[in-house]
């Protein structure tokens, strides 16, 4: 059983950092790749970045692309979202979430397992 458990997220000035936090549990990963992704309300969920569990390698979508960076701690089989410069239009729930296979996906259909979201709030 997949589970996936994210740290919690908080209000933040414009401009800011947060870092989240997705632990994963219930096998091993190395043949997965992890994906971000957030959604804010009344919109759809919307990709955020993916890595690339065996390599590290990372993809971005282009409004976070230089601001957010996704990294892995292999010994906590944790995946960490590293958030820049924040922006008021960066509130939103973020998930976390795992898609099996070494190809680096955009689209939350794509994943099967999900963390429980975490509230970021950015101030303007």
Known sequence: ?????????????AGGSLRLSCAASGRSFSSYCI???R???????????ALRWSSGRTIYAESVEGRFTISRDNAKNTVYLQMN??????????????????????????????GQGTQVTVSS
């Open 35 to 37: 994906g971000w992704f």
């Open 85 to 114: 410069s924040l922006k008021p239009e960066d509130t939103a729930v973020y998930y976390c979430a795992v898609s099996q296979g070494l190809l680096l996906k955009t689209e939350p259909a794509l994943y099967a397992y999900w």
């Open 39 to 49: 959604q804010a309300p009344g919109k759809e969920r919307e990709f955020v970045g």
């Open 1 to 13: 059983q997949v589970q996936l458990v994210e740290s919690e997220g908080g209000l933040v000035q």
